[in-house]
């Protein structure tokens, strides 16, 4: 004998029967009260923030999250004797490529006199703000000076360069690591050498303009000029060169015209959702369709969002960028509970009251939409509190609000329209116009014009008898007939089975994205200056630091030979260009003490003594003008006498692609590890990497308490093994299936991925709820008529509210932005899922389950187990069995 629904369900069941009694006495007020607190929380977006900056991005677990604040503490960044390499947070800069326009090389007169002319114009750009401001006022500054793009000073010798006689060898042109670079010549791209490793062209060359960060005022100031330089970059025009420019603020930049744009393709999406549900719940019966219900569902959804969102800039939340698609999503999954409710509705007696229908139907789905909104809330709560990106816990926390306040809307103002369109029904009224309707025989309807025909159609009374719901048509009947029999059964675990052999499949194809140039919208400059990168720019491309973060004595030999030898281990790796590019303030510091030319200096001291080793450091080596750029690079304890932290520069080698960059950045990563010191390499670009890093551990926990949570709530609601089963079976089958096909459309495992499959969590177990609730719910005890009523009431809606999930995000297709193009695509897959599990695997699963469960005792004994021991021994249900249960869901 099947388990019964336990006492929560019984009791929940109960008062939402209740619920259904007063909202029908008391509709106008349930209309009223959701209307008075959207429009008193629409006031709180007047106190919109938005936060688009790149530390909404930063894990708190990785490497920039945990020693940002360390380090800046430890190497504070000096603008008077700056660096660029040396800065352990973002810089404000204004950059340019400069191409020549024929594709020649770049060290010619001809192209070198208009990149020193472009250069001296990019100086001469002014602002005006209580004051005039150049560059020169704005920069950073090193020796008084601002910090010089010296691949220029080559402008002196480009005759010598052209015929040959001045020589310069790639990447760096002198070998003495104690004098500074004379050219960087690193700016060149798309560099080609001979033998010799002397450059014989070059493509492309970078400038780059830095400028002073240090408080509040210089950045408002730099961030004007880099608007400035942007605007006027654009207006330039040269014969021999063309110029792509990019800023510090143009991720910013096009998270907010992602943003701009996204606001139209909402009341798009809204129009298509509206048209759809018109479509829908709009059946030839204009007496008896509703469709206000489906139109004011996607009001409702709107008036959730507008609510959530004003709530959350009252308490001093931040919209991030990702926040974005909040609205499209809690427009599609918002939905769902209203074609559950239109589905229940539908199916009740058309003899019976307004009241007894609102009771039957709040009592047979409200406990199915709160299950879903439990879990769909849920796992955006979990997301909350496990996450560790501050991006993705405020939309997190947007969603989880805004779905909040869609479940408490669609009991109340919902449950009120239903209360109004019942009335319009008793009146006679047309469902969407509210005017009279007189009722038409078949034989009347047929003497009226073709117009009246259409659109005053109401079903003859003499036929409802045999008639079904308008949403259930003979095929859908036939098609849920043939669930019953043994062959489909079959049919439908062989299909389960290869969809999840293909979704494991894919599984093993995914592969890890990692690309350091985020949101980058087509066509845009910064699109053209990324692109042109990395065309040019694939090798020694970044600067990363090695930092040593334990107190060491590093007089004592032992622990200078373990620098030396983790250093030597580092330029090893193919990450790393060798040493040659290398900056270890250790090895200038002992190639100084030991230059014969100067060792005389130094005889008094002994150089493994502590005091004496940090006093040559101090007072003799750092003072010389080639190594005061080392100052920065080691921290002295409060009382100057102790070294607590030092650090080292690493050149990369080639790096094509960030996942090619991230593969290689981990594996050096793990020999550090296996160095006897305790170190990081740290870059602030590599904030993505961390995230990276994180998904795993973020999506294996998140996905693991989700289910415990979702568990819990099913246990509860749901005292059914068989309920519950098939709804994790379906949580943990959904998942895999979207991991496993994203990998057949190119979606790689990046941030935004990761963040759409938790959603996908949480929305896979709507469908399964709906139908565990209608097959659990039923008193039938034969699993096929229970499996006819689950999917009979629940089928139709299930397939709507996929639809209408994916209507309400397909406009973002036309966003210019890949992150956004995958979102689209893997809720499309999700919704593709749900559709497959909610109509054929989940009531076929629970059907076999039940029939198992009510054979288990005669084949105790049975020692074949064939596909008949399986299944019940009739070929299919019989008709009349599929048309008790049909008679259930009809309007009698």
């Known amino acids: 004998m099947p388990i019964k629904a336990g006492l929560a369900y019984k009791f929940l069941s109960k008062k939402f029967e209740n619920h259904g009694r007063i909202v029908n006495r008391n509709a106008p007020w349930f209309l009223a009260f959701p209307i008075f607190i959207t429009l008193l929380l629409t006031t709180g977006i007047q106190r ?117 006689t001045f020589p ?55 961030r004007k000029w880099q608007k400035n330089f942007i605007d006027n970059i654009e207006k330039l025009n040269f014969s021999d060169i063309n110029v792509v420019k990019d800023h510090s603020f143009s991720y910013e930049e096009s998270k907010t015209d992602i943003l701009l744009l996204s606001r139209k393709y909402v009341l798009y999406s809204m129009l298509l959702m509206v048209l759809f549900v018109i479509g829908t719940c709009l059946s030839p019966d204009f007496l008896r369709s509703k469709p206000w219900i489906g139109i004011l569902s996607t009001v409702v959804t709107g008036m959730s969002v507008i609510s959530g969102i004003g709530l959350l800039m009252y308490l001093g939340i931040a919209i991030t960028v990702t926040t974005v698609i909040v609205p499209f ?47 769909n809330i849920t796992s955006f709560v979990v997301g909350i509190i496990f996450n560790s990106v501050p991006e993705f816990r405020e939309f997190c926390l947007f969603m989880a609000t805004c779905l909040t306040f869609d479940y408490i809307y669609q009991i109340t103002f919902i449950g009120a329209c239903f209360v109004y369109c019942g009335k319009a029904e008793e009146k006679n009224l047309h469902s969407l116009l509210f005017l009279p309707l007189k009722k038409f025989s078949s034989t009347v309807a047929g003497r009226k014009s073709l117009l009246k025909n259409i659109f005053c159609y109401v079903q003859a009374e003499s036929t409802d008898k045999n008639s079904r719901c308008w949403l259930i048509s003979n095929t859908w009947e036939n098609f849920i007939q043939s669930l019953t029999t043994n062959v489909a059964k079959l049919f439908v675990i062989i299909l389960y089975l290869l969809y999840l052999g293909f979704a494991i499949w894919g599984i093993t194809k995914l592969s890890f994205e990692a690309d350091l140039n985020l949101n980058v919208i087509g066509d845009t400059y910064r699109d053209r200056y990324y692109r042109l990168q990395k065309q040019y720019y694939y090798q020694y491309q970044h600067r990363l630091q090695f930092i040593i973060l334990e107190k060491l004595d590093y007089a004592d030999p032992l622990v200078q030979q373990k620098v030396e030898k983790t250093m030597q281990t580092l330029e090893s790796d193919p990450l790393i260009g060798g040493s040659l590019m290398t900056e270890s303030w250790l090895r200038s510091y002992l190639r100084f003490v030991s230059d014969k030319r100067i060792s005389l200096l130094f005889s008094s001291y002994n150089l493994t003594n502590t005091d004496d080793f940090i006093f040559v450091l101090k007072n003799f080596f750092l003072r010389i003008p080639e190594a005061k750029r080392f100052k920065n690079d080691i921290s002295f304890d409060s009382n100057n006498r102790d070294i607590v ?79 519950i089963l098939c709804v994790l079976l379906d949580i943990v089958s959904a998942g895999i299936g979207v991991l496993g096909y994203m990998s057949y459309c190119n979606i790689n495992v990046n941030f935004n991925s990761i963040t759409v499959f938790i959603i996908v969590i949480g929305f896979s177990v709507d469908n399964a709820a709906h139908v565990s609730c209608a097959y659990v719910s039923s008193n039938d005890t034969d699993p096929n008529r229970r499996l006819v009523r689950a999917v009979s009431l629940t089928g139709i809606p299930v397939i709507q509210g996929c639809t209408t999930t994916v209507l309400a995000l397909i406009m973002n297709i036309f966003l210019p932005s890949p992150e956004s193009h995958d979102a689209v695509i893997i809720i499309s897959i999700s919704c593709a899922i749900a559709i497959l599990h909610g109509v054929l695997f989940i009531p076929v699963i629970m059907t076999l389950l039940s029939s198992i469960g009510r054979n288990s005792c005669k084949r105790q004994n049975r020692e074949d187990e064939n596909v008949n021991d399986i299944f019940p021994k009739q070929k299919s249900a019989p008709r009349g069995v599929v048309n008790l249960a049909m008679k259930e869901i009809d309007d009698n």
């Open 329 to 375: 999503l809690v427009l599609g999954i918002g939905m769902d509970d209203t074609f559950i409710m239109l589905s229940a509705w539908m199916k009740a007696e058309k003899t019976k009251s307004v009241e007894d229908k609102m009771a039957e139907m709040f009592s047979e789905t409200g406990v199915s939409i709160t299950i879903t909104s439990l879990t």
């Open 48 to 164: 919109l923030k938005i936060n688009f900056s790149d530390d909404t991005l930063i894990s708190e677990i990785g490497i920039i999250g945990k020693y940002k604040s360390l380090l800046t503490e430890l190497f504070p960044t000096d603008y008077s004797e700056f660096y660029p390499e040396k800065s352990v947070e973002p810089l404000y800069y204004g950059t340019v490529i400069v191409e020549p326009k024929d594709k020649g090389s770049v060290l010619r007169s001809s192209v070198f006199q208009e990149i020193t002319k472009l250069d001296k114009i990019i100086r001469e750009f002014t602002i005006t703000d209580e004051g005039r401001w150049k560059y020169e006022d704005l920069c950073a500054k090193n020796k008084k000076r601002c910090w010089r793009n010296k691949i220029l000073l080559l402008q002196k010798h480009m005759a010598q360069i052209e015929n040959g």
């Open 645 to 723: 932290a030092s650090r080292f520069f690493l050149q990369t080698n080639v790096t094509r692609d960030g996942k090619h960059f991230y593969s290689q950045l981990v594996k050096m990563k793990r020999k550090l590890d296996e160095t006897p010191l305790t170190g990081i390499i740290y870059n602030w670009n590599f904030f993505y990497f961390d995230l990276v890093d994180i998904i795993p551990v973020t999506a294996s926990q998140t996905f693991s308490v989700v289910l415990a949570a979702i568990f819990v709530v099913c246990v509860i609601l749901l005292p059914s093994y068989v309920s």
């Open 168 to 222: 310069l060898k790639y990447p760096r042109n002198d070998s003495d690591d104690i004098k500074e670079e004379e050219y960087n010549l690193v700016s060149l791209g798309g560099v080609a050498v001979n033998n010799k490793s002397e450059i014989i062209s070059a493509r492309a060359l970078r400038l780059v303009y830095i400028l002073n960060s240090r408080d509040k005022t210089r950045k408002r100031l730099s």
